[in-house]
């Protein structure tokens, strides 16, 4: 009689796992089917989703192309730089750093850097490690961020488009040598107005530059570049193994092209304040990293201690660090943890935005979900609505699953 009901038992799990497993299925289906259908009928050439929760993914899927006149589909191994979604690793790595006892958040800088970097309106008040991760350092990006830090891939691009800011190959420089030509006083793009009027850990003012900086600074601290100490305590122990932080160490065949609009190729680019915003990836590996963030705030995360995870998703502004503060469900400027996005509404993540290249990856704080969308063409008035759509699918579907 008891065999008999345990026999029950396992029959009736069993029974709610199929049942469990066709309902997701049927979902999975439904969504793809929407998907699809925004891909046929939209002005976006490709792009890749995922979902998932602190068990793994969920979803994942690609539409569209990632070579439109090669008829090459885009799928969720496609791989793709994912513009500012890439300074959450920034995070992540100084907060490694900090366990490893490299470094802490509230160091100056300067401690660490092999050049000068003062506020010239408040040269005796530090900035720290902490206030570029908040980004809150007083430090703003100037005009040579773009002009002077977007470099082709390619000298000769064919009949694929050149944006205006894209420089020449032999333009390309060492990363600390490009930081020290706008930050240092004798650097030769150095500019007062560089800095605001607000001193370190005052308002909030959204820095590429800084976020670089952040990156330099762990490097000087640990003795390793960056992409060597991403690639040993994040994306290895993840295995993100199509990832990378330039063309050399991705596999270029599975990388997507770019677009300028549905029909206009945008020729391939790198950055050289590349940790702001230049990590290559797909949808199946940042699903992977997404998984682990959303762990790591459970308190089961095992890219970081638990500690780490706590101070990742500490918020570090107030209304007094912003002089508008909007409340919209995915600004993920209303608050920040360390290079970690908050938004009022319970979203935490980042979105991100470079030539060609449109991404968003949050996750819902009480739910424990998570959803991420990356596109590999530039947004006008008609594909943004294809964007929205795209999302907005996500988010009718991302608890159901």
């Not at 010239?120 to 570029?132: A, V």
């Not at 694929?160 to 600390?176: E, I, T, W």
């Not at 029909?263 to 682990?292: C, M, Q, R, V, W």
């Not at 500490?314 to 943890?337: A, C």
């Amino acid at each position: 009689m008891i065999l008999k009901k345990i026999g029950q038992f396992i029959l009736a799990i069993l029974f709610v796992g199929i049942t469990h497993a066709q309902t997701n299925d049927s979902i999975s289906k439904k969504l793809t089917s929407e998907l699809q259908q925004i891909s046929a009928n939209g002005n976006l050439v490709g792009f890749s989703v995922a979902i998932v929760n602190a068990d793994g993914t969920l979803y994942e899927n690609g539409f569209g192309f990632a070579n439109k006149k090669a008829n090459k589909k885009y799928t969720e191994n496609t791989l793709q730089n994912i513009a500012s979604i890439s300074k959450t690793f920034i995070g992540v790595a100084l907060l490694k750093a900090q366990e490893l006892g490299k470094l802490t958040l509230d160091d100056p800088i300067n401690d660490y850097l092999p050049f000068k970097v003062v506020h010239p309106k408040f040269k005796n008040t530090p900035i720290t490690i902490r206030q570029l991760a908040s980004h809150t350092s007083g430090i703003k990006d100037p005009a040579e961020y773009e002009g002077k830090g977007y470099i082709l891939k390619d000298a000769e691009n064919g009949a694929a488009k050149v944006n205006a800011n894209f420089r020449d190959p032999s333009k390309m420089m060492p990363h600390g040598d490009y930081l020290k030509a706008i930050l240092s006083t004798d650097g030769q793009w150095y500019k007062k107005k560089t800095f605001s009027k607000y001193p370190p850990g005052g308002m909030f003012n959204y820095s590429n530059i800084g976020a670089g900086l952040a990156a330099y600074v762990l490097e000087q601290a640990t003795g390793e570049s960056f992409p060597e100490f991403t690639k040993k305590h994040f994306f290895d122990p993840l295995v993100m193994n199509g990832s990378g932080w330039s063309f050399d160490t991705i596999d270029f065949s599975k990388h997507s092209k770019l677009y300028a609009d549905a029909d206009t190729e945008l020729a391939f680019y790198t950055l050289i304040n590349y940790p702001d915003g230049g990590l290559i990836t797909s949808a199946h590996d940042l699903a992977k990293y997404l998984s682990e963030i959303i762990k790591g705030y459970t308190g089961n995360g095992t890219m970081l201690s638990a500690e780490s995870y706590k101070e990742l998703f500490t918020p570090q502004l107030t209304d007094e660090n912003h002089k508008d503060r909007s409340d919209k469900e995915y600004n993920d400027e209303y608050n920040m943890g360390v290079f970690m996005g908050m938004s009022s509404k319970g979203q935490i993540g980042h979105t991100g935005g470079d030539p060609s290249v449109v991404t968003h990856m949050f996750f819902n704080e009480k739910t424990k979900t998570g959803k991420l969308l990356l596109v590999n063409t530039d947004l006008d008035k008609e594909s943004v609505q294809d964007f929205i759509a795209i999302w907005r699918a996500l988010m009718a579907h991302e608890d159901q699953l």
